[in-house]
């Protein structure tokens, strides 16, 4: 088992920025790929971004590819989303995930509300 615990949301103009953090514990985190999401009111689920467990490899959804970076800090057991130049389309709840062939794991989200 891991738990995840993300924390950073907020309330922000368009054009500002967040950090979002996802703190892991249980299993060994490390060893997991990370993931974020986010599902915005009436829509599915999107997935946003995503790092592998040595942080070799990342991954981007088009619609913030320039604009978010995703990160990851074994040693801390914490995984990050940086999101720069927000806009008011990027309101959404934000989900760390913790994925393993397998294995998903799931934090319980944290909201994120840009305001034009």
């Known amino acids: 088992q891991i738990q995840l615990v993300e924390s950073g949301g907020g309330l922000v103009q368009a054009g500002g920025s967040l950090r979002l953090s996802c703190a892991a514990s249980g299993r060994t985190f490390s060893s997991y790929a990370m993931g974020w999401f986010r599902q915005a009111p009436g829509k599915e689920r999107e997935h946003v971004a995503a790092i592998s467990w040595s942080s070799g490899s990342t991954y981007y959804a088009a619609s913030v590819k320039g604009r978010f970076t995703i990160s990851r800090d074994n040693a801390k057991n914490t995984g990050y989303l940086q999101m720069n130049n927000l806009k008011p389309e990027d309101t959404a709840v934000y989900y760390c995930?913790?994925?393993?062939?397998?294995?998903?794991?799931w934090g319980q989200g944290t909201q994120v509300t840009v305001s034009s």
């Open positions: 995930n913790a994925h393993q062939q397998g294995s998903d794991y």
